[in-house]
């Protein structure tokens, strides 16, 4: 689910003083809109088909009047491939890089969407900048080693501002971020607080392919399933290459199969905070809503000094 606030204000700057007395007056009027892409399916991942009367919004609990709703299975997608290379995971490495290319080969359409590639151990580092080109981005994943320790909250920081940079240029895209890894961190400089907020005001859905071996749940487990659901993803837990191809199937059907609701928060508070965003369905059961938990709503100009 994507969420964004956009805004509108007209006018010009004369000067340095004149332009920050009319930002403040511009602030009062600006329409402030969030946009939330999100994907309604039934218990088995089934895509549903809804109309715009199926579904409610409701701001920090308050119900919100829909502006508008549409389908977005067309858009390109965006995907940053997040790659553990640290040494929890030397074991299943192979499997780990498999993993990856058999998702972009399953997901990215040829000359439509594209891809990046982040490594992560001690540091994460852009191994490959977006690129349309599977066979460049099949080799460069072939082409990472395993050695180091786990940076995986600095990974996704990384790739959520590149996310957030290219959504500034262009055309509209989808953006998703998957990561690939057991969920353990120990050497990032950033919390999963943080983490988390980059990846939400870069309007990303995070996905996770647990590369862990079979066993109880362990911590690396809950963070996985805790980032993915804070954003309207999903982990999934693959202990098996022939596991792979279902699993992956469905996270494309959820990428392709989405909707987009755009409304103005009422009230809105320009507070820089948080704000818990739900939708819900009015009268449709056994179907599962995954979305964005929020958004981060402006700060309010600086009065003049």
Known sequence: MKCAIFFAAVGSLISAEAGIAQQQQQFST????????FTVTDRRGHSATLGRGDIEVFD?????????????????????????????????????????????????????????????DSSPDMALDFSFEERR???????LRPGGATALYDAIDLA???????????????????????????ESR???GQALQAAQRANAVLFAVSTREQGPEVEGDKVLQFVTSETGGIALFPFRMEDLGHSFDNVANLLRHQYNILYRP????????????????????GL???ARKGYYAPAAPAPAK
């Open 30 to 37: 600006e329409v402030n809109r969030v946009e939330i892409t």
């Open 60 to 120: 920090d609990q308050r119900p919100q009047r829909i502006i508008d709703f549409s389908p977005e299975s067309e858009l390109p997608l965006r995907l940053a491939l997040l790659i553990d290379t640290s040494n929890s995971v030397r074991d299943r490495f192979r499997f780990l890089q498999e993993a990856a290319i058999e998702f972009l080969n399953r997901s990215l359409r040829t000359g439509i969407d594209e891809a990046m590639v982040v490594s992560f």
């Open 137 to 143: 981005l099949d080799e460069k994943i072939r082409d």
């Open 160 to 186: 959520a501002r590149r996310l957030a940079e290219a959504a500034r240029v262009g055309p509209r895209h989808r953006a998703a971020i998957v990561i690939f890894s057991d969920g353990e961190d120990n």
């Open 190 to 192: 950033l919390t999963r």
């Open 266 to 285: 009422e009230p809105f508070v320009a507070d820089g905070k948080f704000h818990p965003v739900e939708i819900r369905l009015k009268q449709q059961k």
């Open 288 to 290: 599962v809503v995954r």
